[in-house]
């Protein structure tokens, strides 16, 4: 149990992935405030855990509701060693359709400015307490790469790349890790909008297994970067892929 002991909190927890990071947290022994918007979908997720989860709403676009969350994690279990800003969406369009408020606007919100409230409110209450601790931002290979339909989403993981760099730097005198995991192409719910445009199979084929990386793979990979074992991984962007940043294709041919 490499967490044993650690107490973390972790946004956007009710979509593929944030449900296996709070699986995995847990089974790592670590107690866990699980965030996200929804408090009916909170409480779905809360009724398979006991007292090591704890369930707040949070918007992450208001740095007020992000301070309360890391708030609640030190009144319910004491302190907060571990912060996972994984709360994102998309919404694949052509650049060309763009409504500016809903395709860049509201999606750079969460996904940008979402992710810096995260590491500033995080970064705050550890160097508070003194002892340090670890920050991870969910990051994706498209954050440097280029690809069809995800023009805002691509810029925004882009931006977390950068936020993760810089934090780690200054935040390294007190003793606060900054790492980002960058995911390919996750078998969840966000990816499943690429259904309904006919490319599911094409994107299924890209991929070096012939299959999509799953989630609980995902939440190993933050699962190790929260633990001490990862101690010397500092300002990096993790690339849990599959190896795909490395073969790109057209979604589109012709």
């Not at 979509?15 to 947290?25: T, Y």
């Not at 279990?77 to 969406?89: C, K, P, S, W």
């Not at 994706?140 to 730097?169: H, P, Q, R």
Request: glycine fraction near 10%; include cysteine.
């Amino acid at each position: 149990m490499r967490l044993k002991g650690k107490v973390a909190v972790a946004t956007g927890v009710c979509g593929g992935i944030g449900q296996s990071i709070v699986r995995k947290l847990v089974d790592e022994g670590a107690r866990v405030v699980a965030v996200d918007l929804s408090q009916d979908s909170l409480d779905e997720l809360k009724a398979g855990y006991g007292d090591e989860v704890t369930v707040t709403t949070a918007d992450v676009t208001n740095y007020q509701d992000v301070e309360a969350m890391i708030t609640t994690a030190i009144k319910k279990y004491g302190q907060v060693d571990i912060v996972i800003n994984n709360a994102g969406i998309a919404f694949p369009k052509p650049l060309l359709d763009h409504d500016p408020d809903k395709d860049f606007n509201a999606i750079t919100a969460v996904n940008q400015k979402g992710v810096y409230h995260g590491i500033l409110a995080a970064g705050k209450a550890m160097q508070k307490q003194g002892n340090g601790g670890v920050i991870i931002n969910t990051s994706s290979v498209y954050g440097n790469m280029a690809s069809e339909l995800s023009f805002t989403y691509n810029v925004s993981k882009a931006a977390v790349d950068m936020m993760t760099k810089c934090a780690a730097l200054e935040y390294g005198p007190q003793k606060i890790r900054v790492c980002a995991v960058a995911p390919g192409r996750v078998d969840t719910p966000m990816l499943h909008q690429y259904k309904d445009l006919g490319l599911w199979e094409h994107i299924r084929r890209e991929q070096m297994r012939d299959e999509f990386t799953t989630p609980e793979e995902i939440a190993n990979v933050i699962a190790f970067l929260a633990s001490d074992e990862a101690n010397c991984i500092n300002g990096t962007t993790v690339y849990a892929s599959d190896g795909f940043e490395n073969f790109k294709y057209p979604l589109k041919s012709g």
